[in-house]
């Protein structure tokens, strides 16, 4: 198979860099990091775990988790719990950190609330969306407003000149594309015939729907209830005027997640269904042009040293006989977990592959975020 745009890199000679040779050098070269993958194998904990890293290194890190679960506030020390405006996460406990680590959590709303503020002409209409019914519902309802809010958060963090890098948890999805591709749904539902039609009546002035579009609507308000339609005309004629400002905003924001110095890193568990999911995930990215950084494989089975069992020692002594084939048991499941990467490896490859043992607990307090920093980031 050819690569058109490798090959003409490779005509013009312009020279690429040599892939990443671990996951640090991955966030070294990333002004945005982006850690999916499906639900609950570490995203939001890796996320953290990156940031916190970078920081020590002397970089202006914010985090941005979707995560709603305390339990990540808890461990970075914050008592208030996280809010929608990044805070600052004291490191200087023991040994001065250089940079700085920053927190948020994702608030979809508030995030779509405030793009209303910018685009909008004037007070009234910012209040004829912001009452409106019909969008209220979609500010915290439809499906993909969260991923596409992640995405705006991310571009405004990135212009946002206390931070150097943005990393950040996407939403629980089994689909790369929800993520990816939520500023490019918007930019067409913008483009979308019926969109069109429902803006018509505001922009010729009139205060009843134009002729055209009545019969649709009509039909509709019979699917979806008349109040439903109502309302959603309603919002999109107040909507009216904001388009082009939304549209461009959802091309930056298209451009900043394919830009160079945005990395995808996916974060994957040792299990065969969801080291599918993860091929299928870096497929997905892959056919959109956007390659996978790195891949993070959490809570794999601890390795158990070296020692062996020693040849008779344990005649006549069932507690060290049965400890020892309890060893033998995990590290057997170890073994199993290694093999199962080989798809994700494969297709990864040359980009590095890190694998994080499980912890005896829950990731609870910053040292052990620290301590799952060790792995992610072993010394070299
Ligand atoms: N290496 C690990 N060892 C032990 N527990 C872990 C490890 N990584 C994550 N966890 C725990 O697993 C749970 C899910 O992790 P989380 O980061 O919230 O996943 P996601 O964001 O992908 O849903 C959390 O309770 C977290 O504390
Ligand atoms: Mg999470």
């Given at each position: 198979m050819t690569d058109p745009e490798l090959d003409a890199e490779l005509d013009s000679g312009v020279e690429t860099a040599p892939p990443a040779a671990s996951l640090r050098e991955v966030v070294e070269r990333s002004d945005v990091l982006v850690c999916c993958g499906s639900?609950?194998?570490g995203k939001t904990t890796s996320a953290a775990v990156i940031a916190m890293d970078a920081a020590r290194c002397g970089r202006r890190v914010v985090v941005v988790t979707i995560?709603?679960?305390r339990r990540l506030s808890d461990a970075l020390g914050l008592e208030s719990g996280l809010s929608a405006e990044p805070q600052r996460i004291?490191?200087?406990?023991d040994v001065h950190v250089e940079g700085e680590m920053w927190a948020m959590m994702l608030d979809t709303a508030a995030t779509f609330d405030g793009l209303v503020r910018t685009y909008a002409d004037d007070e009234e209409q910012i209040e004829r969306i912001l009452t409106n019914g019909f969008y209220r519902n979609m500010a915290s309802a439809m499906s993909g407003t969260q991923e596409y809010m992640a995405a705006e958060t991310l571009h405004a963090l990135h212009h946002?000149?206390?931070?150097d890098l943005v990393v950040v948890d996407t939403p629980?999805?089994?689909?790369?594309?929800d993520f990816l591709d939520a500023p490019g749904v918007l930019s067409r539902f913008l483009d979308h015939r019926i969109f069109k039609l429902a803006m018509l009546p505001t922009r010729s002035g009139l205060k009843v729907l134009g002729s055209a579009a009545q019969p649709i609507f009509k039909a509709i308000g019979k699917v979806v209830g008349s109040d439903v339609l109502a309302d959603s005309l309603a919002f999109f004629q107040a909507f009216s005027g904001m388009e082009t400002g939304f549209r461009e905003r959802a091309d930056d924001v298209v451009a900043l997640l394919r830009a160079d110095r945005t990395s995808f890193v996916v974060v994957a568990s040792p299990r065969r269904d969801t080291i599918t999911e993860a091929v299928w995930f870096a497929r997905q990215l892959a056919d959109q042009?956007?390659?996978?950084?790195a891949a993070i494989v959490n809570r794999v089975q601890p390795e158990f040293g070296e020692i062996e069992e020693p040849?008779?020692?344990?005649?006549?002594d069932d507690v060290l006989s049965s400890l020892w084939a309890n060893v033998a048991e995990l590290r057997a499941v170890r073994t199993a977990e290694l093999a199962a990467l080989a798809p994700l490896v494969e297709l990864t490859e040359p980009a590095p592959v890190q694998v994080v043992p499980l912890l005896g607990?829950?990731?609870?307090d910053l040292d052990t975020l620290e301590q799952l920093g060790h792995h992610l980031f072993p010394a070299t």
């Amino acid at each position: 198979m050819t690569d058109p745009e490798l090959d003409a890199e490779l005509d013009s000679g312009v020279e690429t860099a040599p892939p990443a040779a671990s996951l640090r050098e991955v966030v070294e070269r990333s002004d945005v990091l982006v850690c999916c993958g499906s639900g609950g194998v570490g995203k939001t904990t890796s996320a953290a775990v990156i940031a916190m890293d970078a920081a020590r290194c002397g970089r202006r890190v914010v985090v941005v988790t979707i995560d709603p679960a305390r339990r990540l506030s808890d461990a970075l020390g914050l008592e208030s719990g996280l809010s929608a405006e990044p805070q600052r996460i004291d490191l200087d406990q023991d040994v001065h950190v250089e940079g700085e680590m920053w927190a948020m959590m994702l608030d979809t709303a508030a995030t779509f609330d405030g793009l209303v503020r910018t685009y909008a002409d004037d007070e009234e209409q910012i209040e004829r969306i912001l009452t409106n019914g019909f969008y209220r519902n979609m500010a915290s309802a439809m499906s993909g407003t969260q991923e596409y809010m992640a995405a705006e958060t991310l571009h405004a963090l990135h212009h946002d000149d206390r931070f150097d890098l943005v990393v950040v948890d996407t939403p629980p999805s089994r689909n790369a594309l929800d993520f990816l591709d939520a500023p490019g749904v918007l930019s067409r539902f913008l483009d979308h015939r019926i969109f069109k039609l429902a803006m018509l009546p505001t922009r010729s002035g009139l205060k009843v729907l134009g002729s055209a579009a009545q019969p649709i609507f009509k039909a509709i308000g019979k699917v979806v209830g008349s109040d439903v339609l109502a309302d959603s005309l309603a919002f999109f004629q107040a909507f009216s005027g904001m388009e082009t400002g939304f549209r461009e905003r959802a091309d930056d924001v298209v451009a900043l997640l394919r830009a160079d110095r945005t990395s995808f890193v996916v974060v994957a568990s040792p299990r065969r269904d969801t080291i599918t999911e993860a091929v299928w995930f870096a497929r997905q990215l892959a056919d959109q042009g956007v390659g996978v950084a790195a891949a993070i494989v959490n809570r794999v089975q601890p390795e158990f040293g070296e020692i062996e069992e020693p040849a008779r020692a344990t005649d006549g002594d069932d507690v060290l006989s049965s400890l020892w084939a309890n060893v033998a048991e995990l590290r057997a499941v170890r073994t199993a977990e290694l093999a199962a990467l080989a798809p994700l490896v494969e297709l990864t490859e040359p980009a590095p592959v890190q694998v994080v043992p499980l912890l005896g607990d829950d990731v609870h307090d910053l040292d052990t975020l620290e301590q799952l920093g060790h792995h992610l980031f072993p010394a070299t």
